[in-house]
């Protein structure tokens, strides 16, 4: 009995011996995927270039579009000022795939110095965007001079302004259903750089910045989905605003560029997370 009793244990202690002393999961070298902010909307920016000969895409991308989410007074006010603006669905049209996936080596690339604000260049970029907060696109080249017309319902102003660069002011709004609503401003940076003070979510900061010509009257508001895409362009005639901020020299031709932020996603869902709804969101930033 007792010799029974001593192999039993032996056995016992024998299978005991045998089990892992670490029960951590194993290490496979990668990392975990970063996770989203639970405010952030991804949206993913392209510039492309078309030819100012290329009439038939032109107008085949604007036939695509769908200008109507914006009131006919802004449309209106857009058209005098030489810029144009869309929404695409979930299909692009096959001229945008084109110009997606032509060569983008000899794009110019318009993000020149650092910055602490969003830089878009010439190539395309997936970023998140957090909610409410002021991101910067800088469409344009640095201009020594640039002469400004702006058209106010029928009221010509002219600005002359040095070491100018035209931008889009970005605000991202998600809705809490899956959707994002999109503001941008048309705004023109210029002058010497200045040191002020801006009001920031209830204190002072400090920032180090140009002048800025902002054109709250241009300002352009769309609610996309996911898979929808917002364009941005000239008009059909290279003028105003529109020759500034999406026109370039190539070589010896002027070109048109295009701008195009499609949404891809967001996490925002205000039925799990009530307290985060988008409207106190429009006070963070400038």
Known sequence: MALRTICYLALVLAA???APLNNAPKQTGRLAPARLAPDAAVLDIA????????????????NAA????????????????????????????????????????????LAEGPTSELEI???????????GYRSIIKVSKVYPSLAVLLNEEGT???????????????KAYPQGDGRVKLGLTP??????????????????????????????RLRM???????????LSTGPQIKGLGESYF?????????????????????FDDLFAPEQTSAPLATRGE
């Open 187 to 216: 705004e023109i940076e210029h002058g010497e750089s200045k040191t002020r003070w801006i009001g920031s979510e209830g204190m002072m900061i400090q920032q180090t910045g140009q002048e800025r010509l902002v054109l709250d």
């Open 121 to 131: 260049g010439g190539s395309q970029q997936h970023l998140p965007v957090r909610a």
């Open 247 to 267: 026109s370039q020299l190539v070589g010896s031709a002027i070109e048109r560029r295009l701008l195009l932020i499609r949404f891809s996603q967001t996490q």
């Open 66 to 109: 769908d200008e109507q989410p914006f009131s006919a007074e802004l449309r209106k006010s857009l058209t005098t000022n030489g810029l144009r603006v869309g929404v695409f669905g979930q299909q692009l049209p096959v001229q945008i795939r084109e110009l997606l996936e032509a060569p983008r080596g000899n794009l110019e690339d």
């Open 156 to 170: 010509v102003r002219g600005h002359q302004l040095a070491d100018a660069r035209c931008i889009l002011a970005l």
């Open 221 to 231: 508001d769309a609610v996309l989905s996911p898979g929808q895409s917002l364009l």
């Open 16 to 18: 005991a011996g045998c």
């Open 47 to 62: 510039f492309l270039r078309l030819k100012i000969s290329d009439q038939h895409a032109y107008e085949a991308i604007w």
